[in-house]
């Protein structure tokens, strides 16, 4: 199996020990391509990189970075992408703002598409819809609104794939806090592929399900999966800060987890999405259960 990390590492970004008048020299001469390489010689392959860096670091996708990005290539790296989800709310009602999320997300896919990232992680919908998703409404209230909030998801989706040219199964929509059965049905719409994280399943924000449950529902279109652990939710709570947790911290039952995986034949990456430290922990746990698959 292929155990991946996020690029997404705070401490790469601002070190700690940096004096403060030296912080903003720092965040300036990030090097992207050296912390992918630092990341890879560590033992994580894909390297998940994070479309929101371009936020912060202007020229983090500039033609100059993106080419020594790619480079690395050659040793054998491979990437992922997560496409932006800060500031971004590709399933807002409000049109303008639903356009600009299209715009930015189509932006980080054609600034990388050197480097050919295998997936493209979308949140196809954001804050926006989880704030109506937990409001104290009616069920009829909130059935309604957050369809409105999939037919939102569902103009981006199908703007991003004409934008791009990107074929569909390289688009894969993430299990986040939205309900399941609508991020399932966008999948199926379009031929979209699938990320399962788990952390946010253990937590609740997609439902309350039994997490096997909902391998089995994502598995014929699984292609990734965020890898870190969680306390499972008891109905009616989501586990807010609960997730993100390294391996062997929460309830995720990891070896029955990646028995099934293997069983379906599943390659795609498994993506931590947690710091270096506590990735380097995780994998540990996973050599020590199960060592064949690492």
């Given amino acids: 199996m292929r155990f991946g990390i996020m690029a997404m590492q ?5 070190p700690s020990g940096v004096p403060a008048e030296q ?13 992918a390489k630092s990341l890879f010689d560590k033992g994580f392959n894909p390297i998940e990189l994070g479309g929101d860096l371009g936020m912060f670091l202007p020229n983090v996708y500039s033609p100059e970075s993106v080419e020594r990005l790619a480079a690395l290539k050659s040793g054998g790296l491979s990437y992922t992408l997560h496409l932006p989800l800060w500031s971004v709310e590709p399933s807002t009602p409000l049109t303008p703002v639903r356009k600009g999320s299209v715009e930015a997300v189509v932006q980080a896919i054609n600034a990388t598409t050197p480097i050919q990232p295998e997936v493209f992680v979308l949140h196809a919908t954001g804050a926006l819809a989880a704030e109506f998703y937990n409001m104290k409404i009616s069920e009829l209230a909130r059935t309604l609104i957050l369809h409105q909030f999939q037919n939102g998801a569902r103009e981006s989706i199908r703007a991003i794939l004409a934008e791009t040219g990107l074929p569909s199964r390289r688009l894969a929509i993430e299990t986040i806090e939205f309900p399941l059965d609508l991020t399932i049905e966008l999948a199926e719409e379009f031929d979209l592929s699938l990320c399962l994280d788990t952390g946010h399943v253990l937590a609740g924000f997609p439902g309350w399900f039994d997490f096997f449950e909902v391998v089995e529902k994502l598995l014929p279109r699984l292609v990734e999966v965020h890898l870190h652990d969680c306390k499972k939710m008891p109905q009616g709570v989501r586990g807010y800060g609960e997730d993100h947790k390294p391996l062997g911290t929460g309830d995720l039952d990891l070896g029955h987890f ?37």
Avoid: W
């Avoid at 705070?10 to 601002?14: G, I, K, S």
């Avoid at 965040?27 to 391509?33: G, Q």
């Avoid at 293997?262 to 990456?269: K, R």
């Avoid at 270096?276 to 996973?286: C, G, H, K, W, Y």
């Fill in 10 to 14: 705070l401490e790469a970004l601002v």
């Fill in 23 to 35: 912080i903003m020299a720092s965040i300036m001469s990030f090097d992207h391509a050296g912390l």
């Fill in 258 to 294: 990646l028995d099934r995986l293997s069983a379906a034949n599943f390659t795609g990456p498994l993506v931590f999405e947690l710091n270096v430290d506590e990735a380097l922990e995780s994998l540990n746990v996973v050599k020590s259960i199960r060592p064949n698959y690492v």
